[in-house]
């Protein structure tokens, strides 16, 4: 990337995320080129003024650094490595940020076909759902050179509102894995106790108020627990991708050797609301299968 005027800037991935994400860098000045899967899902861009690629090889050969923001690791597989895919438009100074929830190993995988080609790259996985992509709040977790962070760092603070190197690449990626781990334990703890606190005949509004009084309060307990109460399921992180992530972190702990019965049968509990069509449901729709196991639905 070289120094001067506004790096041109490519966004792949124009999903719950990154139509959110994207339209900040128009905000800023910066010149947008957007690819996205479905083309149809780009014209909202073109409408703001972004240009539109036809593949990511396209993306990458019109931007100076790309971001993407996909599903999984078989949509970054796509993006990355396919006949059309960004790799053949990577150059030297070309920069790649990686945003979507993957494998470390992944993450090693698209670094060093980058590097390669004399490019480089970041993993920057953000947490902070729909809201945060929409009002440039997300966290980001960080993964690659310290130098790069450094040189990317502007860039990474017009879709987040705080950008934690965590070490090599991989680390930034296992980091956000432990982190779902936490949602996955948080939500469980909440989806659990609301279904005892009905058959109780407790209103879980005032169950909330003492959580919230109490050393264990957490914001993420007020968010999910108003949309429980109001039977709000419309999704900011979905029960899919949820499991998608529960599986990357038990295939980590497989490989390190270290037990997560936990997350097992959370994650359990989860593939249950999927298999039971929840699937699309924002993740506190797990409560679902709960309710029902209860005998409330």
Not at 36 to 65: I, Q, Y
Not at 233 to 247: A, E, M, P, T, Y
Not at 258 to 265: D, F, I, N, T
Request: glycine content about 8%.
């Amino acid at each position: 990337m070289t120094s001067g005027s506004k790096p041109r800037i490519g966004f792949a991935g124009l999903g719950l995320m990154g139509i959110r994400m994207a339209p900040h860098f128009l905000e800023k000045g910066y010149a947008l080129t957007v690819w996205n899967r479905t083309p149809e899902k780009c014209e909202a861009m073109r409408a703001r003024g972004a240009s539109v690629a036809a593949t990511p090889k396209d993306l990458a050969e019109a931007s100076d650094v790309v971001f993407c923001c996909v599903s999984d690791p078989a949509a970054v597989e796509r993006l990355i490595f396919a006949e059309d895919g960004l790799v053949h438009g990577a150059r030297p100074g070309f920069r790649y940020v990686e945003t979507s929830t993957i494998s470390p190993d992944l993450a090693k995988k698209v670094d060093a076909a980058l590097s390669a080609k004399g490019a480089a790259m970041l993993e920057a996985p953000v947490t902070g759902s729909k809201n945060g992509a929409q009002n440039a709040s997300l966290l980001l977790m960080i993964g690659g050179s310290k130098d790069v962070y450094a040189e990317l760092l502007p860039l990474l603070q017009v879709i987040g509102s705080k950008a934690i190197h965590c070490g090599p690449m991989g680390s930034a990626s296992f980091v956000k894995l432990l982190g779902n781990t936490y949602i996955s334990f948080m939500l469980e703890a909440l989806a659990e106790t609301s279904v005892l606190a009905n058959k109780a005949d407790i209103p879980l509004e005032k169950v909330l108020e003492v959580v919230m009084a109490s050393g264990f309060a957490s914001p993420y307990y007020t968010f999910k627990g108003a949309a429980l109460i109001k039977r709000d399921f419309d999704q900011h992180f979905s029960i899919d991708l949820l499991v998608k992530d529960q599986n990357l972190m038990l295939q980590e702990a497989t490989a390190l050797a270290a037990p997560m019965p936990g997350l097992v049968a959370i994650r359990d509990v989860c593939q249950a609301a999927r298999d039971q069509g929840f699937g699309q449901d924002d993740i506190i729709g797990v409560a679902k299968v709960l309710e029902r196991a209860a005998g409330l639905t």
